[in-house]
């Protein structure tokens, strides 16, 4: 098997022999007003946490919602349980109010984070918590939006 370092300037994303990727920082998108997490969310935090844990990635989670701290808390306790399940232990999760735009918001995090690759689920899409066209103008590195 080969390794050869995949990049753009900004992605340290590696390409592997086998046709593999390894994705070494991943970003998950959740637009859930839910502090218990939607189906959707759920099987997005689980993917992206299977990957994290396959991938040895450092997982980013960028909770878009106009919550109060107690919501906070609630859906931070159930992120870490679902993570904590799936063996995926590093991680980070910030909380981003709306006053831009979330699609935008969410290119500026991928992009200071240097984010190898976005998940979200596609409920944020069909709710319209977030525009997937402007998404696709500002977000820096591939994205996966997930049914």
Not at 8 to 36: E, I, V, W
Not at 92 to 107: A, E, M, R
Not at 116 to 138: G, I
């Amino acid at each position: 098997m080969w390794n050869a370092s995949v990049t753009d300037g900004t992605s340290s994303t590696n390409a592997r022999g086998d046709g593999g990727l390894r994705y070494d920082k991943l970003m998950l998108a959740l637009a859930d007003s839910n502090p218990y997490l939607s189906e959707g969310s759920r099987q997005a935090l689980a993917t992206t946490a299977h990957m994290a844990t396959r991938h040895g990635s450092k997982l980013t989670i960028v909770v878009l919602d106009e919550g109060g701290e107690e919501k906070e808390v609630v859906r931070f306790d159930t992120m870490s349980k679902e993570l904590h399940n799936f063996g995926c232990t590093d991680f980070n999760v910030f909380t981003k109010d709306l006053s831009q735009k979330p699609s935008v918001v969410l290119g500026d995090v991928a992009d200071e984070i240097k984010a190898d690759l976005v998940v979200l689920s596609s409920d944020a899409v069909h709710e319209k918590s977030v525009d997937a066209n402007l998404l696709a103008e500002f977000m820096p590195c591939p994205f996966l939006i997930l049914p």
